[in-house]
Nanobody
Framework: QVQLVESGGGLVQAGGSLRLSCAAS????????MGWFRQAPGKDREFVAA????????YYADSVKGRFTISRDNAKNTVYLQMNSLKPEDTAVYYC??????????????????WGQGTQVTVSS
């Protein structure tokens, strides 16, 4: 069982930055595909970013490409989501997730096995 705990959310003005952290309970960050998703009120959960460091691939939603960066710190067993140039439409609860399966599709939430509890990000205009 893998536990994921997000932190780093908060209230920020448009154009500002936040860095979200996702701490894993086991040494998963370097070996498992990890992703970030978000869900705004009244909307479906959507893919934000993901990475499999084993295969060296990183993926981003078009809406965040160039503004968000996913990274990891193996020593801390933590994945990060650096969010720059934030927009009001980035307001959502952000979740990190880990995938176990080999048939992993980065953008598909159903391919992830473990989820954190979420952290709220609010961007004011």
């Amino acid at each position: 069982q893998v536990q994921l705990v997000e932190s780093g959310g908060g209230l920020v003005q448009a154009g500002g930055s936040l860095r979200l952290s996702c701490a894993a309970s086991k040494r998963t960050v370097g070996s498992l595909p990890m992703g970030w998703f978000r869900q705004a009120p009244g909307k479906d959960r959507e893919f934000v970013a993901a990475s499999s460091w084993v295969i060296g691939r990183t993926y981003y939603a078009d809406s965040v490409k160039g503004r968000f960066t996913i990274s990891r710190d193996n020593a801390k067993n933590t994945v990060y989501l650096q969010m720059n140039s934030l927009k009001p439409e980035d307001t959502a609860v952000y979740y990190c997730a880990a995938a176990l399966g080999t048939a992993w599709r980065a953008t598909s939430g159903s391919d992830y096995n473990y989820w954190g509890q979420g952290t709220q990000v609010t961007v004011s205009s």
